[in-house]
């Protein structure tokens, strides 16, 4: 059995898919509700117009008394198959592969990465590292009553990401290293590289990243994190960034 995949990797490998589709996502829902019925099996988001999602799953929920996460599939509430079928196979996932977080059926926020005290924060690294497993990248985190938050990964034909458009990858990836806490640099570049068809060559202190009308170099310092990139975007609006 191979058990050199960890849970940080899982999170450096969705952090930029899953930011550029949380994105997309918001601008989809703007301001809305959301409302779901676990035994019947809906979940529908209600604003300028209703979207009811074709598919969703709920992973599991973060609640602030006992200060921990519990999968789905070990919620002694019980609940239909299908909506629990996701983080079953996460479970078995995380067996698989010797990576705790996911094999337990409940998680202690202190034993997360950071050792968040939120509920939110800690759903967050739960369903980001289920987005690498699943494949799965458009997620909603809602509040479940008394402080506890509940994961779901939804799924509908707007929630699915528009092809690449130079100046939004750059803004993602900008946000992602103000924003997120990645533990690999070079690992995350590649995977986003990898899942969003563009190619990426890796060199001592950079990776070059090219995609549709637009090329970018990131360089890398002596601790082998991001010190900088420079974008050429050949869009209309073509210039240079860097952060």
């Known amino acids: 059995m191979q058990n050199s995949l960890t849970f940080a990797n899982l999170l ?3 952090a930029l898919l899953s930011l550029e ?3 997309h996502l918001e601008e989809v829902l703007d301001e809305h509700s959301w409302h779901v019925d676990l035994q019947q099996q809906r979940f529908e988001f209600t604003g300028a117009r209703t979207i009811t999602c074709t598919t969703f799953h709920l992973l599991g929920s973060a609640a602030p008394g006992p200060g921990s996460w519990l999968w789905a599939w070990a919620n002694p509430s019980g609940f239909p198959d299908p909506v629990v079928a996701a983080s079953t196979t996460l479970r078995d996932f995380g067996r698989q592969h010797g990576i705790a977080e996911l094999a337990s059926a409940e998680v202690p926020f202190s034993a997360l990465p950071g050792s968040p005290s939120e509920p939110h924060l800690a759903a967050g690294l739960m369903t980001e590292a289920a987005k690498a497993v699943t494949g799965l990248w458009t997620s909603y985190n809602g509040d479940a009553g008394g402080g506890t938050r509940a994961a779901f990964l939804v799924e509908h ?9 130079p100046a939004r ?3 993602v990836i900008q946000q992602a290293l103000l924003g997120l806490t990645l533990t690999d640099h070079r690992r995350v570049l590649h995977g986003y590289a990898a899942r969003r068809g563009f190619q990426a060559d890796s060199e001592a202190h950079r990776i ?19 010190s900088g ?6 869009s209309p609006d073509a210039g240079h960034a860097r952060s």
């Open 12 to 14: 450096d490998d969705a």
């Open 208 to 226: 070059r990243l090219r995609g549709p009308g637009f090329e970018a170099v990131a360089e890398f310092d002596q601790d082998d994190r991001i």
């Open 229 to 234: 990139i420079k974008a050429d975007l050949s």
């Open 169 to 171: 990858v750059m803004r």
């Open 21 to 23: 589709h949380q994105l």
């Open 157 to 165: 034909p707007d929630f699915r990401l528009p092809p690449p458009e």
